[in-house]
């Protein structure tokens, strides 16, 4: 496989118009302008994003000039996609522009924004805010009512009675003329955002008289169609340590392996087909390896490995368990597990306890004993998650 067959099918979804055409430009020798946008709601970006971020990358090393688009005006809009219901809360362009510094950051840890035909930072509010009413409706006026109605998530709303803004109407709209105010060749993004981008395309074909392409990623999710990293109690986050990092990727289940492997690593393809044939835990620890390595280094991820093997596969403590100063009368129940960060309610350390998931001193508790703590327990919760107690005084 050379490197724009790779480009096209590893990690791709689907290409508009047709694989086909976009190969015969790329194999022309033209240089292609192409972005993914993001609207940083949020300061963590976690593993599904690297999907893009992977394929942002290829683009970069192929010499395409690549942008990396925060959406500060867009994401006053607030994109609809995945939404059943109308969004409550929407930010401002100051909020949206202070999340970005992170979104950079992470982003960071693979695509080059130094260096080498380094990749270009972008912020549509520097043009969408900038738009007068004539050229609003300019735009409008190359979509219909019934196109943007027909979208799925618009009629699943209508058939559970939900209400549609006309707010999120305009978003397609909005995300659609970035790809007009930046003349781009292609926009790379979530399959997900499949309906956002072919607007774009329209917008492109009718208002510049010129192609765009779109690629589409997969979404990473398990067999049952939940997105992988972004589940509530499963978010893997690039920001997260190389230890828990590993162990969250070794806590996914075995049908991630294969798509994780070929979305997320630089493993062969053919190495990554002989993964059937192998035990799913050597093939997990491979894929964990790969992903903290890209993320840290080569040397977090030999120690991130060391650590998983003892804590979780030989059942040992680690030796640097953190301590935790408490009174000498705090109990051992619920409360504690939340109060350590080790739960987020106390239903949830009520639900670990009877699971047999908390250990005292090498015990398994069905239940909380709550008894007082002693100075030097070691209090164990799930697989990776240790505190050693120091009272008080």
Not at 231 to 257: F, Q, R, S
Request: hydrophobic residues 35%; without cysteine.
């Amino acid at each position: 496989m050379d490197k724009i067959e790779e480009l096209l099918t590893r990690g791709v979804d689907s290409i508009y118009p047709t694989k086909e055409e976009l190969e015969k430009v790329l194999r022309s020798g033209k240089k292609l302008k192409l972005y993914q946008g993001f609207d940083p709601t949020g300061t963590n970006l976690h593993i599904g994003h690297m999907v893009g971020f992977r394929k942002l990358r290829a683009w970069q090393d192929l010499g395409h000039h690549v942008i990396f688009l925060i959406g500060d005006g867009t994401g006053q809009a607030g994109d609809p996609s995945g939404k059943t219901k109308a969004r409550e809360k929407f930010f401002t362009r100051e909020e949206l522009r202070a999340n970005a510094v992170d979104y950079v950051k992470q982003a960071g840890k693979i695509v080059r924004f130094e260096g080498e035909n380094p990749v270009e930072i972008l912020f549509n509010g520097d043009w969408l805010n900038e738009l007068k009413l004539v050229e609003i409706l300019n735009i409008m006026d190359h979509v219909s009512f019934q196109q943007i109605l027909e979208r799925d998530l618009f009629q699943e709303r209508l058939k559970l009675g939900e209400e549609i803004k006309y707010r999120e109407f305009f978003y397609p709209l909005l995300q659609g003329y970035d790809s007009v105010a930046m003349e781009v060749d292609l926009e790379l993004g979530g399959s997900d955002q499949t309906f956002n981008m072919l607007v774009g395309r329209k917008l492109v074909k009718e208002m510049l008289k010129k192609e765009k392409f779109v690629m589409t990623t997969p979404l990473l999710t398990d067999s049952e169609g939940r997105k992988i990293g972004k589940t509530e109690g499963n978010v893997i986050a690039l920001t997260d340590n190389p230890n828990d990092l590993y162990g969250k990727i070794m806590g996914l289940p075995d049908d991630v392996i294969i798509k994780g492997s070929e979305y997320l690593t630089d493993v062969s393809i053919d190495q990554i087909r002989k993964f059937k044939q192998q035990d799913p835990l050597n093939a997990k620890k491979q894929l964990a390896f790969e992903i903290v390595k890209q993320l840290h280094s080569q040397k977090d991820a030999q120690e991130a490995e060391e650590q998983f093997e003892k804590t979780v596969q030989k059942h040992e403590i680690p030796q640097d368990v953190p301590e935790v100063e408490l009174k000498k009368e705090t109990p051992v129940n619920e409360d504690l597990l939340v109060t350590l960060g080790f739960a987020t309610s106390k239903s949830e350390a009520r639900r670990l306890f009877e699971q047999g998931g908390v250990e005292i001193d090498g015990e398994r508790m069905s239940e909380p004993p709550n008894n007082p703590v002693k100075e030097g327990m070691i209090l164990k919760v799930g697989k990776r998650k240790f505190a050693k107690i120091k009272i008080k005084g």
